[in-house]
Each structure stands twice: as C-alpha cells, then as structure tokens.
C-alpha cells in the first residue's frame, strides 16, 4: 500500500539503476529464496495481499517471517536497499510459482496493535510511549528523506508496527498493494480509522498523509483504545471526510501530546508537520521535566477519561442514526416521485384533462414526505 518515487536526482538514478538490472536479470539484484529452503510454522497475521508466516530459513538457521504472495513485483527490489533499524530488515524472495513470497526479520513480540491490546499495556508510562513515538518517527522520516527511494506508506497503522524481543518498534508491511494492484485506491477493511482524508478520497497524496496516519497511531498508545471502535470503514470514511470528524483527545491529555496530534490531523495536508519537525517536536517534549508526571497520572486515570471517548462515539453513532433515518426518507421521497412521473406518463398517453391531472397529483404527491 506504500507509494514509491524518486524526486532526488540520488533517488532517481538508484531507483532507476534498480529497475534496469531487473529488466535485465529479473529478481537478481536481491537474495533468491529457495521455497524447500523454507519450513513454515504458524500463520502469525495478514499483511497488504498476502499472509504472513512465521518460518525458518534453513540454510542460514534464521528466524524470519514470510508473506505470500500471488506475485512479485517491483516490491523486492525496492525493499532490497532499505535498511533502518525501525524498519523491518528485508532478507530475500521466492520467485518460484505459485509459491511467491517476501522473507524479512521476523518480529516475536507480535505487532504494536496486539500490545495495546493486552493487560501488558496497562505498564506502559511515559518514557515507553515517547521511546516509541520517537522510533515510528525516525523510520518514517527515513523513508520520506533519507533513502534510496523515496516511499509513502499510505497504510502506517498500529498492526503494521511490529515488535522485537527487546521491544524495539519497525515499520513492516509497505510496497505490496501499490505494486501488486497497480492502483492507489485503499480497499482494505479495517485501516479507514487511519487513513487520511485524501487517501480515503483517492485524491493525490503527498508524505504528510503518513502523518495523519502517525497521529492515530499516538492517540492508540496514549489511550490504548481502538480508533472509531464499533464503527465500520465506510462510515469512518463518511465522519472523517464530510463531518471533519477526529478522534477524541481527552481533556486531561497533557497539552504537548494534544497538539502535536491536532496538527497531524489537520484535514489540508501542507498543514501537516514532516516528520523532521514531527522528531523536533519529540526531542523538546522529552527534554520537558514536567512532562513525565503529566503524561503518568493520565495514563493512570484511564477511568476517570475514558467516558469522554465513549461519549464522543455515542454521539457519532446517533449521527450516524440519523443520517440513516434521512436516507430512507429520500429514499421514500423518490420512489413516490417515481411514482407520480409514471402515473403522468400513462395519464398523458390517454389525453386525460387538466382536472383529472390535478386530482391525480393529489392523491399520490412527491413531497408528501416530510423531511
């Protein structure tokens, strides 16, 4: 789901320097994966168009993870020169049919989703939380500026953060929907809650889309709650786009963390933070003493905070009520209209008066309905 581009001269000349030695020698320029080379275990979760399993690679007695795949595209060779610790390392490929599939790192803690999700998460203080706003943000930042190609990821969400052993955050599952369906449209059920307003419209996307994206992720570890929870795609769609709608910071929520995701929120994307200022933003945040006992006592009074979110999500639900309810009286209204036009047509088919119209728009009327 990522999108990839080359606007440097350096990234133009890698990206094109890739593409032609794939031409040339397709799936050479990186590890080739034998698929008897690889035992698989358990399934361990989905990614963009494909399954992920955990696996050993034998020949090399590694760990590692492998996504399936109906196919390969530019993905491997593009993933081949990132390398970032906050980014899941990239090992190799299989290229033997029907048995495509990318191989990476594998991550034991599972992702970052299934963390806030557990009791475990009910340890996590500040110092945690800022260790890892500040390592999502330094693997973001390097796919936007610092590697060899350029790459949006267009789906950064907490399940497509994954964790190792020693709980340090990589950015996993970017390239496949771009390159395997050839289009930008975001079809997946489940990432609307993090989507930004332009990606949910398929209009042109620029990085700051990613930071929206990153803004939802910070709100998931501060509060540890589902975004839009009990809330389908479409309807997240629908609040997020037409109702300017955004998800509930609490009142208590110390005010630099507030800020920072109202501005990854903003619905005019240029006036989004990059994620240079976004890192900026982090460093003067962790070097504020008053911070800590702040952010502590709001992660510890969860109870106290927690109906504001459930109340924002009963009103959203009654809007979305009504906007049902208004609906079906459209609905209505233009059946009856329908109606009505097919009456006239059969009445003017047999030359009826102008009374007889008169009494007939009477008994059936468009606008009859109330709205």
């Given at each position: 789901r990522a999108l990839y581009s080359h606007s440097s001269p350096g990234r133009r000349n890698?990206?094109?320097?890739?593409?032609?030695?794939?031409?040339?020698?397709?799936?050479?320029?990186?590890?080739?994966?034998?698929?008897?080379?690889?035992?698989?275990?358990?399934?361990?979760?989905?990614?963009?168009?494909?399954?992920?399993?955990?696996?050993?690679?034998?020949?090399?007695?590694?760990?590692?993870?492998?996504?399936?795949?109906?196919?390969?595209?530019?993905?491997?060779?593009?993933?081949?020169?990132?390398?970032?610790k906050n980014i899941i390392q990239f090992y190799g490929a299989v290229l033997e049919s029907p048995n495509y599939g990318i191989v990476t790192e594998y991550a034991s803690g599972g992702s970052l989703y299934e963390y806030l999700s557990s009791e475990q998460s009910e340890e996590m203080d500040m110092?945690?939380?800022?260790?890892?706003?500040?390592?999502?943000?330094?693997?973001?930042?390097?796919?936007?500026?610092?590697?060899?190609?350029?790459?949006?990821?267009?789906?950064?969400?907490?399940?497509?953060?994954?964790?190792?052993?020693?709980?340090?955050?990589?950015?996993?599952?970017?390239?496949?929907?771009?390159?395997?369906?050839?289009?930008?449209?975001?079809?997946?059920?489940?990432?609307?809650?993090?989507m930004a307003p332009e990606v949910i419209q398929s209009l042109p996307v620029s990085e700051t889309c990613d930071t929206y994206s990153y803004g939802v992720v910070l709100w998931e570890m501060l509060t540890r709650e589902v975004p839009f929870k009990g809330f389908e795609g479409l309807q997240v769609a629908w609040l997020v786009v037409e109702k300017q709608e955004r998800l509930t910071i609490p009142t208590s929520c110390p005010a630099s963390f507030a800020e920072l995701m109202r501005k990854c929120w903003q619905a005019d994307p240029k006036e989004r933070p990059h994620f240079k200022h976004v890192l900026v933003t982090l460093e003067t945040m962790a070097n504020d003493s008053r911070l800590p006992d702040q952010c502590n006592s709001f992660l510890h009074n969860k109870d106290q905070w927690r109906c504001?979110?459930?109340?924002?999500?009963?009103?959203?639900?009654?809007?979305?009520?009504?906007?049902?309810?208004?609906?079906?009286?459209?609905?209505?209204?233009?059946?009856?209209?329908?109606?009505?036009?097919?009456?006239?047509?059969?009445?003017?088919?047999?030359?009826?008066?102008?009374?007889?119209l008169l009494m007939e728009r009477s008994n059936i009327s468009p606008v009859s309905t109330t709205m």
């Open positions: 890698a990206l094109d320097a890739m593409s032609q030695y794939a031409m040339s020698s397709p799936g050479s320029s990186f590890v080739q994966i034998k698929h008897e080379d690889l035992l698989f275990y358990e399934n361990c979760g989905g990614g963009s168009f494909g399954s992920v399993y955990r696996a050993l690679w034998i020949s090399q007695d590694k760990e590692v993870a492998v996504k399936k795949l109906l196919k390969i595209d530019k993905e491997a060779e593009i993933l081949s020169v990132l390398s970032h110092e945690q939380i800022m260790t890892w706003a500040i390592q999502i943000a330094k693997g973001m930042h390097y796919l936007h500026a610092e590697a060899p190609v350029k790459v949006i990821h267009r789906d950064l969400k907490s399940r497509n953060v994954v964790m190792t052993a020693d709980k340090v955050l990589k950015i996993c599952d970017f390239g496949a929907s771009k390159f395997l369906s050839h289009t930008t449209h975001m079809t997946v059920v489940g990432t609307f809650p993090w504001e979110i459930e109340s924002t999500l009963e009103r959203l639900r009654k809007l979305e009520r009504e906007l049902y309810s208004k609906e079906k009286e459209l609905e209505e209204r233009e059946r009856r209209l329908r109606l009505w036009e097919e009456r006239l047509m059969e009445r003017s088919n047999m030359s009826p008066s102008p009374t007889s």
